[in-house]
């Protein structure tokens, strides 16, 4: 295994296609000034970091099994630091667990009634550990700084409110529909239209470059961090599949009713500092000068969106590894050779996959079934032209633009915004 600090592994059993492996790499957060959080205003509403007191203590005076405030019993945290619930519950007295949606590296995710707004909303729930507590005073600092420039609340999701809850941070955030990555699963990984790729491609850039603007790196995009805001879907005929017969469920493919997306989990994000080397991003959007240690900067979040575009084309992750060489020889093979500059400054952590001045593949590869899933990898353009029905060529130089090896020469986010794929006339409204 390299020599990273890995916090997750998940598992992705895709149909006929190698394990998707996702690392989750908690990078090295700065110093969270956590005090400065409590008791501040968001939106109309005052977050609050209450202390343990009398109803939250397994001493409290107890009726019907609730203490006096509504809250539940106090239960023990389990061995991973998760806060133990159960469902309808209370979480204070304002919100009720309605369900689980999902549960991560930082803690768990609620779905919630609000008594105060009445409306659904997702808590996530922070593992009581210090790390994941300053990782989350950090997101919200970035939350709190996005809302206020973000007057639409269109780009990042939204920040409700906030609160320290039995040592454990909740961040409440408006409720949203599923991820890509969720959407593309329950959808037997069937690639989205280029003209809904178009649109998602345009609102996760612009998103981006808001970001930028402010200074933010967010150094973990994925299907998985961005959701669409709405759950609604068509059935369309999949054309593609059309030797299954129409009576056949799978002749169908899932499309969104809404194109609109929303980019959440900040909890890596970072402001640009020079000299930046730990590791960041999950595996299969990390950009190469991260892997090669040469630091990195805003242009690791262009790479990542490059990464994420192919994926929605072709419904599969494009570099499925979870290796470092393997990784490296994918992106030759779909991209062409790293360039000599990147290489022969490669730190010495990374400088063991090169040798004689090129990628040491295949004689490193560690095993024949790696050699033989980056042999199997097609160029981009053959890639992007098996799944492209139109817009091919333009998409094609986009991707070109995203995923050059050199930071310096990759697209930013503004410049690929006014590239032709997202101007010329041909666009088509979700």
């Known amino acids: ?70 809250s539940p019993p106090w239960r023990e945290d389990d061995k991973d630091g998760h806060y ?31 008594r105060e707004r009445k409306e659904m909303v997702a808590i996530k729930i922070v593992r009581g550990i210090k790390k994941y507590r300053e990782a989350a005073m950090i997101e919200v600092e970035v939350l709190q700084q996005l809302g206020r420039h973000d ?22 955030f408006e409720k949203l529909g599923p991820s890509l990555y969720d959407f593309l699963r329950k959808n037997n990984y069937r690639s989205f239209p280029i003209d809904l790729v178009r649109e998602i491609g345009r609102q996760l850039l612009d998103c981006v470059a808001f970001m930028h603007d402010l200074h933010l790196i967010h150094t973990d995009l994925k299907p998985e961090n961005i959701l669409l805001v709405s759950s609604e879907y068509l059935k369309v005929p999949d054309y593609k599949g059309s030797s299954r017969s129409p009576r056949d469920s799978s002749y169908c493919k899932r499309i969104p009713k809404s194109s609109s997306i929303k980019v959440i989990d900040f909890g890596s994000t970072t402001y640009d500092k020079k000299d930046q080397t730990y590791i960041v991003s999950t595996r299969h959007y990390r950009a190469p000068e991260v892997i090669l240690g040469l630091g990195w900067s805003y242009p690791c979040d262009i790479w990542s969106v490059g990464c ?50 090129r990628l040491d593949w295949p004689e490193g590869a560690t095993t024949r079934d790696s050699i033989k899933a980056v042999s199997k990898l097609p160029r981009l353009q053959n890639l992007i032209m098996q799944h492209v029905d139109h817009s091919a060529g333009d998409l094609i130089n986009l991707l070109q633009g995203l995923l050059r090896y050199d930071p310096v020469d990759r697209l930013t986010a503004e410049e690929a915004l006014r590239h032709p794929f997202f101007t010329r006339d041909h666009l088509r409204r979700y």
């Not at 609160?163 to 941070?169: A, S, T």
């Not at 779909?334 to 000599?340: D, E, I, M, R, S």
Request: aromatic share 8%; with cysteine; charged share 25%.
């Open 308 to 357: 994420i575009l192919v994926e929605l084309c072709s419904g599969e992750a494009l570099f499925q590894t979870h290796e470092n060489l393997e990784h490296l020889a994918m992106m030759e093979r779909v991209l062409g050779p790293l360039p000599q500059h990147m290489l022969k400054r490669a730190d010495r952590h990374s400088d063991k996959y090169i040798r004689r001045g």
């Open 1 to 70: 295994m390299e020599m990273e600090r890995v916090t997750e592994l998940t598992m992705d059993r895709r149909p006929r296609k190698r394990p998707r492996l996702g690392w989750d790499v908690l990078p090295q957060a700065p110093k969270a000034q956590v005090g400065l959080f409590c008791g501040q205003d968001i939106g109309n509403m005052t977050s609050f970091a209450p202390s343990r007191a009398l109803s939250d203590h397994p001493s409290s005076l107890f009726v019907n099994g609730l203490a006096r405030n509504g």
């Open 151 to 172: 007057k639409g609340g269109n780009r990042c999701v939204q920040l409700r409110n906030w609160f320290d809850y039995r040592n454990h941070v909740c961040i409440v």
């Open 84 to 114: 133990m619930f159960e469902i309808g519950d209370n979480l204070t007295s304002r919100y009720k667990i309605h369900s689980k949606m999902g549960e991560g590296t930082f803690g768990q995710v609620l779905e919630c009634w609000d």
